[in-house]
């Protein structure tokens, strides 16, 4: 396949394209405004491969869409562009309207001028996979509030959208519009919602790289309130997996919940991160003395958790690294790639905070 791929100087969207060109023989054209969280230095390891090549274009140009359809044919497009960050989206909402909601729609109508043009046998093969999140679904009971472990239950496919942030509301959005696609016009669309991801190459504004970074700068870590917030973890390489196993095998129409198994509190990772740190960069003083308790994030979503059966059920997929082995090789990969550390900050943002 020839796979047209949104967003790949991103985090995930940059694992992605890594773990085709390594692992499969399909063609990947990636197409990136490269804004600040876009950095081809992710790419470095295949861009000279014959079957990658980027093209700068923004998801909001249409014309330009069209014109990177025309060249390239491609089989199928995975959705990941989009403004990613929750704080950033409380400070400035802006770009998240236009990204992720007229971007994903001016992406749709491109695709399906594109679509419509295909013959038959090709239209029935290709496939719009939309990269979305488990925070679409809102917030769910979280142990303190609950007065028996049956309570705690799980986001699934059918759980209604119930986002918080402009950022989720902005993803929702997105999501409405890839289902609008597809039973209206017959656009052959797929989505999956996923939790929160960690890895190699994740700008330092989320949480976990933040933490490694400021820890080695002897900086303060800071915790959102009291850092009881349960996330569901999920190694980048394990979702990279799950992607190309959805745009690959993925039933058309339906939708896919991409989750780790790991319901851990805030500070529980930033504890864990400590101890990693302890071992593999000593110093004098432990790294967990650098936490700092800081005002909550408002309309912070208290619990996400994903249950992934039906894509463990129906495309044989499970996560392959542990939350421990996972951040272990975080955390070494952020102590060995100092230099793409100082060059994606190099811009405005010095891990400040940003959406109180
Ligand atoms: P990211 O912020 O690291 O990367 C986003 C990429 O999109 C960047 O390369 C950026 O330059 C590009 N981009 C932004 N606006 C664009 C535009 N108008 N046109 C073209 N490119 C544009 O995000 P990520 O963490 O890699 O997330 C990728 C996708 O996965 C997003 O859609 C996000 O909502 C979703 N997702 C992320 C997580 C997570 O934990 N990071 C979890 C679930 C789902």
Redesign the pocket.
């Known amino acids: 396949m020839k796979i047209l791929i ?8 940059s694992a992605v394209i890594r773990h085709i060109i390594n692992n499969a023989s399909d063609s990947v054209v990636n ?5 600040y ?3 081809l230095e992710s790419l470095a390891s295949i861009e000279s491969n014959e079957r990658y090549l980027f093209e700068q ?4 140009d249409r014309a330009e869409l069209e014109r990177v359809f025309n060249t390239h044919t491609p089989d199928a497009v995975m959705h ?6 929750v704080d950033r989206s409380i400070t400035g909402p802006v770009d998240f309207i ?2 992720n909601i007229v ?1 994903t729609y001016t992406l749709l109508e491109a695709t399906r001028a594109y679509w419509n043009g295909l013959s038959d046998q090709a239209k029935k093969v290709f496939r719009f996979h939309h ?4 925070e679409v679904y809102g917030d769910l009971p979280h142990p303190d509030e609950v007065e028996s472990s049956e309570e705690l239950t799980l986001f699934t496919e059918t759980t209604p959208y119930a986002p918080s942030s402009p950022y989720s509301a902005s ?1 929702a959005s997105s999501d409405h519009l890839v289902r609008a696609w597809l039973r209206t016009y017959g656009l052959p669309t797929i989505v999956t ?5 960690y890895g190699p190459y994740h ?1 330092p504004e ?1 949480l976990i790289p933040l933490v490694i970074l400021n820890a080695l700068d002897g900086k303060p870590l800071p915790i959102y309130g009291k850092g009881d917030q349960i996330r569901d973890w999920l190694y980048v390489e394990d979702h990279a997996r799950a992607l190309y196993k959805v745009v690959t095998q993925g039933k058309v129409g339906e939708t896919y919940n991409i989750g780790g198994h790991n319901e851990k509190q805030n500070i529980e990772v930033v504890k864990a991160i400590c101890s990693i740190l302890d071992t593999l960069a000593p110093k004098d003083t432990p790294y967990a003395e650098q936490i700092t308790y800081v005002t909550d994030r408002p309309g912070h979503d208290r619990r996400y958790a994903i249950d992934a059966t039906k894509i463990s059920n129906e495309l044989n997929w499970q996560p392959e690294e542990t939350f421990e082995t996972g951040l272990r090789r975080t955390v070494e990969w952020y102590l060995n790639n100092q230099e793409w550390c100082q060059h994606v900050q190099d811009g405005s943002y010095q891990r400040e905070r940003l959406g109180i």
């Open positions: 949104t967003g790949g100087a991103g985090f995930i969207g197409i990136d405004k490269l804004t969280a876009g950095n274009v923004d998801i909001c990941l562009a989009a403004e990613s960050h236009q990204t971007g990269i979305s999140t488990d993803k919602n996923c939790s929160n991801n700008f989320k």
